[in-house]
Structures are given as C-alpha cells and as structure tokens.
C-alpha cells in the first residue's frame, strides 16, 4: 500500500504557477518529515527540497535551482503536503515525487507515484 | 551533471553478479551515509539499501552495500530479469546543505 498520493500536475506556461499537493496515509504525518524529488523525462532523480515536522521547527530547505521560486508547506490537519511553483521555467518539467524522511538521517523511504509537471508554450 | 558518479549502463546474464559503482567526494559519501533506489520501468523509485548496506524489510539477501572512502557499491547476485531496472545511489552533502543523487545506472538482464 503507498501512503502518499500525488496531484495537480499539468501543462502550465513558462513564468505561470502551479501548486501541487501530497495526501498522506498509514503514518503520522505530523511527527514526519517529507521531501519533494523530482525526475525530468529520461534524467535522474533530483531533490528539490523538504521540510521538518512542526514539532521540529516545521522549517524548510530547498535546493539551488530552485530556491526562492518553489515553496514547501504542510497542513498537518490535513495530512497533505504542498509544493508551491511559482515562475516556471522549461526545465522544471519533469515528475514530482513526494517522499518520506525517515531515521536520523532523514533518508527518503516511502515515495508517492508522481505527478508530472509540464512547462512548454 | 550529477554530483555522484554512476556507470550509465551494467549489464549481465541471469544468476551472475554484477555491482553498480558511485563515487562522490568527502563532504557527501566520504562523511555520511550511503542510500541506494531501485527504478522499475514507469514506476516510483524504491528503497534499496539504506545506511551503505542496510537492507528494508522485504528486499532479498541478493542485494548488498558497500563503502568505502568516498566511494560505494551496490551488488546483486543470482541475477535475475525482474532486476533489470534503473539503479540510484544518493547521499547528503554537507557542503550544499542537500541530498545529492548519481545519475542513475540501467541495469540490464541479457
């Protein structure tokens, strides 16, 4: 059984916006943290950033290319995780996985099956 | 270009082994941990092998990990057709403040 659900995916043009969320299941959400990953058609995976669990702070982190563009929320009532993708470029066009963190490390354990994101004229 | 290296391609014939490489630098796998994720053809990537070569629940004995330095190896023996897939290694990276992932290596059953 996968515990996370993806949505919201689409075709979206260059420099438009797209929120996408993560419904999460079979765990408490609030105690986890959650990464995005993300994996542009035919390339390797990428991080894109995570957030800690509010009783941890709830702060976030994301990755250099997309830093300041992409936001990374959660609404723990809700069991849902967000990602926020403002001014999209090209190559933001690939499938976003949300994962779990789990252990100390935070390594990423369970993954949603994807939704893909398009930026295309 | 991916900050951990893989061989894009491996290949090998049912119930020989083979290993994937990854090699990183010190502030990635020469500090911390090594993960390792199997991509099924259409589907979500899958854990592997976590902490160099801890295996989930569920994951055979054929599968094994290893570290070294600032290097690691992921080996499957007794191979089989169901293991063609893409194999990731990923690791944090102190110096980015970020996971870092290699570039992925097609596995091939002959």
């Known amino acids: 059984e996968v515990p996370l659900v993806e949505s919201g995916g689409g075709l979206v043009k260059p420099g438009g916006s797209l929120r996408l969320s993560c419904a999460a299941s079979?765990?408490?959400?609030?105690?986890?943290?959650m990464s995005w990953v993300r994996q542009a058609p035919g390339k390797g995976l990428e991080w894109v950033g995570r957030i800690k669990s509010s009783s941890d702070g709830g702060t976030t982190d994301h990755a250099a290319p997309v830093k300041g563009r992409f936001t990374i929320s959660r609404e723990d009532s809700k069991n849902t995780l967000y990602l926020q993708m403002n001014s999209l470029k090209t190559e933001d066009t690939a499938v976003y996985y949300c994962?779990?963190?789990?252990?100390?490390?935070?390594?990423?354990?369970?993954w949603g099956q994807g939704t893909l994101v398009t930026v295309s004229s | 270009q991916s900050v951990l290296t893989q061989p894009p391609s491996a290949s090998g014939t049912p119930g020989q082994r083979v290993t994937i490489s990854c090699s990183g630098s010190?502030?990635?796998?020469?500090?911390?941990?090594v993960y390792w994720y199997q991509q099924l053809p259409g589907t979500a990537p899958k854990l592997l092998i976590y902490r160099n070569n801890q295996r989930p629940s569920g994951v055979p004995d054929r599968f094994s990990g290893s570290k070294s330095g600032t290097s690691a190896s992921l080996a499957i023996s007794g191979l089989r057709s169901e293991d063609e897939a893409d194999y990731y290694c990923?690791?944090?990276?102190?110096?980015?403040?970020?996971?870092?992932f290699g570039g992925g290596t097609k596995l091939t059953v002959l």
């Open positions: 079979g765990f408490t959400f609030r105690n986890a943290w």
């Open positions: 994962t779990t963190n789990s252990g100390s490390d935070r390594y990423f354990d369970y």
């Open positions: 010190s502030s990635n796998i020469g500090t911390n941990y």
């Open positions: 990923a690791a944090w990276d102190d110096s980015l403040s970020g996971w870092v």
